[in-house]
């Protein structure tokens, strides 16, 4: 069936088999009855027909037949359609002007059709921005499924965008985005994290599918911070919004006070004298031809003045007297200022009614010209510059008494103002983040009581800390409250703070030197003794004390703590159990830090390292992202650069090797203590034996091996890093003089001296410590060592470690022994170890593992296996590196090869390398 042609018919159509019965007009519901119907009711009979079929008539006629069909629907037992756009256009046509009446027309009339209309409109000061806005709003609101979304931006935004965050569900998310922003942070982070809190937004609103209507002004602030870009660059609001509404996929009308940058818009024009006319008719109809010509003279082209003075003439108000001095009027105004903040400015009619004390219709004309409906039962004020700037801080109590808990602003909103000190500190203390919805409370309450003030400073403190941004001025303020306190806990917490401090800048000895005494914990509370515990655990992991520092943590954990502690606590839950190699246990706390940039970056990047430890290819995700996390959560410089740098030896495991040499330079460049220094020149020297550059390796790991070997810091980790460069010359010196480089895979038989002496006096020196570190560092000594030893002797050496707990490091083993029992010939033992393999993702263990299935097929005869399997390799997803280097191992030991391949002047190894390494 052909779709009806107006929407009128479309009504018709629809209501027409519910519709029953005669009378003196004839059926029902007939053209004749319904022109019948419009002649009684004043119409013209004749317009019905071109309405029906073409949509042509008046308004005034359209709104007598729209009138007519909804009486109808209702007779039936039905809820009437919405009214076509048109009809709002006749109240439309009355206020707006000709601009603003061709954008109010077209966006309703796309609307209806069906469409997602998005238009932007650009005006200064009293050129009818909040006109067209309200026209629409009425409009819309009126349409079942699209009341409004309204947003007005000016000022500091955080007071519209929470309450918004709110109303759309993501609140806490918004709220704790806006909790990250700081004076501190480099600006290309202030401009994230705004971009953060508008995406959050954007997905929120097009998730409703509700039409937004916004209003902005030419400035604004974000936590008191200007707006800046993706790029760290001051915006202004327009230039701020822009990439907001590019995203969204609702319908939107934008309403800015300055032009966006590159979206298109329609400017709007102050408004004429026949525009300021009708608007007045429109708001007040009876008024005299003589008045209404005084308004508009005295108002200009002015729709902020206009709107004024139309108010007071309808409060019938002398506008030569303030308003606000008017003692009927006084009482409402003050509890519309108190009710209405500007960051949610609707609220109850049964408030404000328990306020006055009396009912909506006790109030008199000129009180109710001072209210606007915005829904059912809502009211807000009709123009907040009657508004006093102060009210008094019983209407708070009033309303704060009112509200429910869950509604958080208005909680916090109404006990700062109503001078609830001890309910609003509650509020706080349940959650720190929710400061982040009183800017400027911390400033304001230096004039409070005493204690007041140091239960803020604590709430500051844990609010900062929570962030990372120790360095922000209100947390360094406070912690001198604290540090000043006489209560002897306080003082512990602060310092415990402080030294929290110092452990997230990565300075452990400033933060060894700030800890109190592990006694002096018993003076606080759970939650702080925590607090305190991990941070010393922190310390002891710095060390390289992994024992000790599992212990502090496992003390922290048996604690009751607050909510927002929780985080920081499976952080290092996960990080001791990853030290001593708990995996799945690690894997699963760390898995559950969530929310805070900082400790999130942490939390990823630690179990990526784990993964890679174990093996997987997930640990490039994950690592990418905690890197990702810490340069945006503004991480100390040399936190970022070891993090930067173990991504760098995770690339080399991938075969990544540009991308490795280009991490491991950005690293470089960012370490400043030379602790991190000599480790990152450690990672950046097996990088250069892996790429088979064995100078350039020596360079970097001289210089590394020196600094370890002659440092007073941290003796326990400088002990490892040295051993583990130690490790890095031997492979360095195994390219140097027998032309392996470290990358996978490694057959024996070869012959270095040098590496040969470096080895195996490391393994004599690596202590029998059961942490998955030296478990490592002694496993991969004693694989190169197998190299250079005759099979037997390097199968001797290797099996003690085939049954390692880390399934990664058993696989290793594994692949190692099976190497020396194939260079011992004994290839159907070999076979069967690489049969009993477990599914392997890592490249350098599969390259190892083909290594060794090949040459144990061509010894046990079966050349076309054996062939059949470089094929593969040489077409499947080996990184290019790893099949080269497959080529140039099997080339030294099988000479059968050579007939597969084309004649050329290459050496087998090299020829058959580059044979694997390019498929095309």
Not at 369 to 396: I, M
Not at 608 to 620: H, P
Not at 683 to 692: Q, Y
């Amino acid at each position: 069936m052909a779709e009806a042609p107006t929407p009128w018919l479309r009504y018709l159509e629809e209501l027409r088999p519910h519709l029953r019965g005669r009378d003196h007009r004839g059926k029902r519901g007939s053209l004749r009855w319904l022109e019948a119907l419009m002649t009684e009711r004043g119409g013209r009979a004749g317009t019905v027909r071109n309405i029906l079929y073409k949509d042509l008539g008046s308004p005034e006629e359209k709104e007598r037949l729209y009138e007519v069909i909804a009486d109808l629907y209702r007779e039936a037992g039905l809820t009437p359609p919405p009214p076509p756009a048109e009809l709002f256009l006749e109240s439309a046509r009355k206020a707006l002007g000709r601009d603003k009446r061709r954008i109010f027309r077209r966006f309703l009339k796309e609307l209806e059709a069906g469409g997602r209309p998005q238009m932007v409109v650009v005006g200064g000061p009293a050129t009818g921005k909040g006109v067209l806005l309200s026209a629409l709003a009425r409009a819309l609101s009126a349409l079942p499924g699209r009341e409004p979304v309204l947003l007005n931006l000016g000022g500091e935004l955080a007071q519209a965008l929470v309450p918004l965050a709110e109303t759309l569900g993501v609140g806490e998310e918004a709220r704790g985005l806006l909790a990250q922003l700081s004076p501190t942070q480099p600006y290309i982070l202030q401009g994230a994290l705004a971009q953060e809190v508008l995406t959050l937004l954007t997905r929120a609103l097009n998730g409703r599918g509700r039409p937004l209507l916004l209003r902005a002004e030419a400035e604004g602030t974000l936590e008191g911070l200007p707006l800046r870009g993706p790029d760290g660059s001051k915006r202004s609001l327009a230039a701020w919004l822009e990439p907001f509404l590019k995203a969204l996929q609702v319908p939107y009308l934008a309403a800015l006070s300055e032009p966006p940058p590159t979206l298109p818009y329609q400017p709007l024009s102050p408004p004429s004298r026949e525009e300021a006319r009708r608007f007045v008719r429109e708001r007040l109809p009876h008024l005299p031809p003589e008045r209404l010509e005084a308004l508009v003279n005295q108002a200009g082209r002015n729709f902020g003045e206009l709107s004024r003075l139309v108010l007071l003439e309808a409060a019938k108000h002398d506008p030569k007297t303030p308003l606000q001095d008017d003692p009927t009027l006084r009482p409402l105004l003050q509890a519309l200022a108190a009710f209405s903040p500007e960051a949610d400015p609707a609220f109850p009619l049964e408030l404000l009614e328990k306020a006055l004390g009396r009912p909506l219709e006790k109030l008199s004309q000129a009180e109710r010209a001072l209210l606007d409906w915005v829904g059912e039962g809502l009211v807000r004020p009709s123009l907040r510059t009657f508004l006093p700037e102060e009210a008094p801080q019983e209407l708070h109590r009033l309303a704060l008494a009112y509200f429910p808990k869950e509604n958080l602003f208005r909680k916090l909103y109404h006990a700062h103002k109503a001078g609830e000190r001890k309910i609003l500190l509650e509020l706080l203390q349940e959650d720190p983040a929710r400061l982040a919805l009183l800017p400027g409370l911390w400033p304001e309450a230096q004039t409070w009581p005493k204690e007041d003030l140091k239960t803020l400073a604590a709430v500051v403190v844990r609010y900062r800390a929570v962030l990372g941004q120790y360095a922000h001025p209100e947390a360094e303020e406070a912690l001198k409250v604290l540090s000043q306190a006489e209560d002897p806990s306080l003082r512990t917490w602060a310092r415990i703070k402080g030294a929290e401090a110092k452990a997230d800048a990565a300075l452990y000895r400033e933060a060894e030197d700030l800890l109190p005494p592990k006694e002096d914990l018993l003076h606080l509370d759970e939650t702080a003794q925590a607090e305190g515990l991990l941070v010393m655990a922190a310390v002891e992991r710095w060390k390289g004390d992994y024992e000790k520092a599992a212990k502090l943590v496992e003390e922290a954990e048996a604690l009751p703590v607050a909510p927002f502690l929780r985080d920081r606590v499976q952080l290092w839950r996960g990080l001791v159990a990853k030290d001593l190699g708990r995996y799945e246990e690690a894997l699963a706390a760390l898995a559950q830090v969530g929310h805070d940039p900082l400790l999130l970056g942490r939390a990823r990047y630690q179990m990526g390292d784990l993964l890679m430890r174990l093996g997987r290819l997930e640990a490039e995700t994950r690592m990418a992202e905690g890197l990702r996390f810490l340069e945006e959560a503004g991480a100390p410089k040399d936190e970022v650069a070891r993090v930067r740098a173990r991504y760098a030896t995770l690339l080399r495991r991938l075969g990544r090797y540009g991308e490795a040499e280009a991490a491991i330079q950005k690293a470089l460049a960012e370490a400043e203590d030379p602790f991190t220094r000599a480790r990152v020149e450690s990672e950046a020297g097996i990088l250069e034996a892996a790429r088979g550059r064995a100078f350039e390796a020596l360079g970097y790991l001289r210089r590394a091996e020196a600094y370890f070997r002659t440092t007073p810091e941290r003796p326990k980790e400088a002990r490892y890093r040295h051993l583990r460069t130690l490790f890095r010359l031997g492979a360095a010196y195994l390219l140097l003089e027998a032309g392996q480089p470290y990358r996978a895979p490694f057959l024996g038989g070869l012959s270095a001296p040098t590496a040969f002496r470096l080895l195996r006096d490391l393994l004599r020196e690596i202590p029998e410590e059961a942490t998955d570190r030296y478990t490592a560092l002694r496993l991969d000594t004693a694989s190169l060592l197998a190299l250079l030893l005759p099979p037997e002797e390097g199968r001797a050496l290797l099996k003690p470690l085939l049954g390692l707990e880390n399934p990664y490091l058993r696989a290793q083993a594994r692949l190692g022994y099976a190497e020396a029992l194939a260079r011992e010939r004994s290839f159907g033992e070999a076979l069967a170890q690489i049969v009993a393999l477990p599914p392997l993702e890592d490249p350098g263990l599969l390259a190892q593992a083909r290594a060794v299935e090949v040459l144990s097929l061509l010894g046990l005869g079966e050349r076309e296996a054996a062939w059949h399997k470089l094929s593969e390799a040489r077409q499947g997803s080996l990184p290019e590196p790893f099949r080269f280097q497959l080529g140039r191992a099997l080339g030294r030991f099988c000479p059968e090869l050579e007939a597969r391949l084309a004649p050329g002047p290459l050496a087998l190894p090299e020829a058959l390398g580059f044979h694997l390494a390019n498929p095309d």
